[in-house]
């Protein structure tokens, strides 16, 4: 059975960095994860996505040079590093497993596995 557990979110202030964690069991230990997020009357939209087989990660846009995700293997964890936040980043995010298939842009009807989310609030 998949189980995924989010934690790491919380509030902080524009510029300020938070470090989100995923931890997963019942999954292949190479399999494609991304992170996914949800703002309050917005679609749901991915932020980023890699193999943790190895291999690139992939970023939406509005993300780049700013987050970045990675997998510990051992711990079966994955993260998302998010630095120099705004208010635009504010959404629930949720990590979210892929067993088969790889490839961006991610969307959230690939994904059958979900966490339950951590919210993100970020004020200027």
């Known amino acids: 059975q998949v189980q995924l557990v989010e934690s790491g979110g919380g509030s902080v202030q524009a510029g300020g960095s938070l470090r989100l964690s995923c931890a997963a069991s019942?999954?292949?230990?190479?399999?494609?994860m991304g992170w996914f997020r949800q703002a309050p009357g917005k679609e749901r939209e991915g932020v980023a996505a890699?193999?943790?087989?190895?291999?690139?990660?992939y970023y939406a846009d509005s993300v780049k040079g700013r987050f970045t995700i990675s997998h510990d293997n051992p711990k079966n964890t994955l993260y998302l590093q998010m630095n120099r936040l705004t208010a635009e980043d504010s959404a629930m995010y949720y990590c979210?497993?892929?067993?088969?298939?790889?490839?961006?842009?991610?969307?959230?009807?690939?994904?059958?596995?979900w966490g339950q989310g951590t919210q993100v609030t970020v004020s200027s």
């Open positions: 979210a497993v892929r067993p088969y298939g790889r490839g961006w842009p991610i969307k959230p009807s690939d994904f059958p596995y």
């Open positions: 019942g999954v292949y230990r190479s399999t494609y």
């Open positions: 890699l193999y943790t087989g190895g291999g690139a990660a």
